[in-house]
T-cell receptor, first 113, second 112 residues
Framework: NAGVTQTPKFQVLKTGQSMTLQCAQD?????MSWYRQDPGMGLRLIHY???????DQGEVPNGYNVSRSTTEDFPLRLLSAAPSQTSVYFC????????????FGPGTRLTVL | GNSVTQMEGPVTLSEEAFLTINCTYT??????LFWYVQYPGEGLQLLLK?????DKGSNKGFEATYRKETTSFHLEKGSVQVSDSAVYFC???????????FGTGTRLLVSP
C-alpha cells in the first residue's frame, strides 16, 4: 500500500492564481481531511469528508474548496491564492472509528508571492 | 470546545537524558489521546495512543498515560537519542468524532 500520497511536494504561486493540491489514499478509509501547518500554530483543520459526496468545513475553511467524488481522492482547491495561504498542507485519512489513528501524507509546501 | 495545550519548546537535551513533554487537554466527552511525531521534512506519524482513562500507550521507548483526573497525557522517555530529535504533537479525538485537535507541537533537540 502506498498509504496517503500528496502532489505536488512543493509549489510557488503568485497572488491571485488558482491551483489544486492532490491527495489520494489506497486504504479504503471513509474519513479524509486537510490541515495546514504554520509555525507556532500546530495543525489546523481546513476541510474534511466522512465519505464520498460528503464534505464539511473545519476550523479555517476560507479561501479553500474541496470535493469528494470517490473514496480514494480528496483534492483541495485554492481559488485565488493569497500570501496568507503560504503554509505546509497535509492530507490525512482514517477509518470510521474515533479511537483509530489518522494517517498523514508527506505534505505540500506552498509559497504564495 | 476541545483543546490541547503543550509545553513550549524547544526542549534541548543531551543524549541519554530523561524526557518529559507535558500535554493537558479539555474535552466535552471521553476522548482518545494521541502523540504524533514529525521528523524534519516529513509528515506526521503516530507515535502512541490511549483510548480510555488509565491506559498507557508505548512505542519505541516512549510512554504516556491517560490521566482523566488531571486531564493530562504527558510523553516520557527514559533515555533519548539524537535520532529522537523531532517535533512532537499531542492530539485528541472526542468520542464519536473523527476530527483531530492538535496542540501547537514541541520541538525536541537532542545533542550527542
Amino acid at each position: 500500500n502506498a498509504g496517503v500520497t500528496q502532489t505536488p511536494k512543493f509549489q510557488v504561486l503568485k497572488t491571485g492564481q488558482s491551483m489544486t493540491l492532490q491527495c489520494a489514499q489506497d486504504m479504503n478509509h471513509e474519513y479524509m481531511s486537510w490541515y495546514r501547518q504554520d509555525p507556532g500554530m500546530g495543525l489546523r483543520l481546513i476541510h474534511y469528508s466522512v465519505g464520498a459526496g460528503i464534505t464539511d468545513q473545519g476550523e479555517v475553511p476560507n479561501g479553500y474548496n474541496v470535493s469528494r467524488s470517490t473514496t480514494e481522492d480528496f483534492p483541495l482547491r485554492l481559488l485565488s491564492a493569497a500570501p496568507s495561504q503560504t503554509s505546509v498542507y497535509f492530507c490525512a485519512s482514517s477509518t470510521g472509528s474515533s479511537t483509530n489513528e489518522q494517517f498523514f501524507g508527506p505534505g505540500t509546501r506552498l509559497t504564495v508571492l | 470546545g476541545n483543546s490541547v495545550t503543550q509545553m513550549e519548546g524547544p526542549v534541548t537535551l543531551s543524549e541519554e537524558a530523561f524526557l518529559t513533554i507535558n500535554c493537558t487537554y479539555t474535552a466535552t466527552g471521553y476522548p482518545s489521546l494521541f502523540w504524533y511525531v514529525q521528523y524534519p521534512g516529513e509528515g506526521l506519524q503516530l507515535l502512541l495512543k490511549a483510548t480510555k482513562a488509565d491506559d498507557k500507550g508505548s512505542n519505541k521507548g516512549f510512554e504516556a498515560t491517560y490521566r482523566k483526573e488531571t486531564t493530562s497525557f504527558h510523553l516520557e522517555k527514559g533515555s533519548v537519542q539524537v535520532s529522537d530529535s523531532a517535533v512532537y504533537f499531542c492530539a485528541l479525538k472526542d468520542t464519536g468524532f473523527q476530527k483531530l485537535v492538535f496542540g501547537t507541537g514541541t520541538r525536541l533537540l537532542v545533542s550527542p
